[in-house]
């Protein structure tokens, strides 16, 4: 969720500082969201890096963005700051995730169902910005876009250690 701040998007504001930041820790931005949970407000950067992050890359990055985030100031309310892993199974939602992860098992829930059923998985086999190619074992496949999905996330959960 995108919300407003001073000086416009808040997130667009908050990915172009994490970002710069991330590049200098060796760590990439996996997402950015500034919601409102009950009475609190929350930025909430997910990082990443190859081999996956652990909660000391957390400590480095929150500590490396606290004074430039403090000076920017693009959020006019008071907020919680945290730095996190996106984490096993995590949300494809961006066209770099699905980018990233072509080659890679994932699972897919569709909002209405295909042939009876609404819950899939396979191989991201195919992502043109468009549309999404799912592969199943078997060799067969669905494509389908975006917008027709409640969700898409890796499926990493058996892989984890």
Known sequence: MASKGKGGNTVAAVQALA???????????WDITFTKEGATYYLRIFIDKDGGVGIEDCERFSRAIDAPLDELDPIEQGYCLEVCSPGIER???KP??????????ILVRMIRPVNGERDFKGVLEDYDGGSITLRFDGGNGLTFTKKETAFIKLDDFDTAE
């Open 19 to 29: 970002e710069e930041i991330a590049g200098q820790l060796g760590l990439r931005i």
């Open 91 to 93: 949300s494809l939602t």
């Open 96 to 105: 770099a995730h699905f980018t990233q992860c072509i080659g890679q098992r």
